[in-house]
């Protein structure tokens, strides 16, 4: 075999198993984690406020030279801000992320 095919084959074998071992390692980790956050009392951050905008846009609509009656020109996409809220376990470090309230509403429900 092609000394070079040879070597790189190995390196990718040697690493696929580095990887394979690491993977392992963070299930365990994750698993440990997800333990001690299902038995957790948690004690929450302040919920905290973010805001996130998405930019407007226009879609392409159908090449020039597309026929027919449902022909799709371009189309204006306005600008969006999507709010969302997120805190903190203070004892355990798990985090929860909550979408807008319903309008009008301060307090976010998790
Ligand atoms: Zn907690």
Known sequence: M???AESLIEAIERKTNDVKIETERLQSYQASLNCIQSSCKHNWTDAE?????IPGYTTPGDKPGT???????PVDIAPS????????CKECG?????E????GKQVPSF
């Open 100 to 103: 807008q309230t319903r309008p």
């Open 81 to 88: 801000v999507k709010v969302y809220y997120t805190r903190e």
């Open 2 to 4: 092609n000394e070079r």
């Open 67 to 73: 026929m027919g009656v449902d022909f799709q020109g």
């Open 94 to 98: 798990k985090t929860q992320r909550t």
């Open 49 to 53: 406020k973010h805001t996130d905008t």
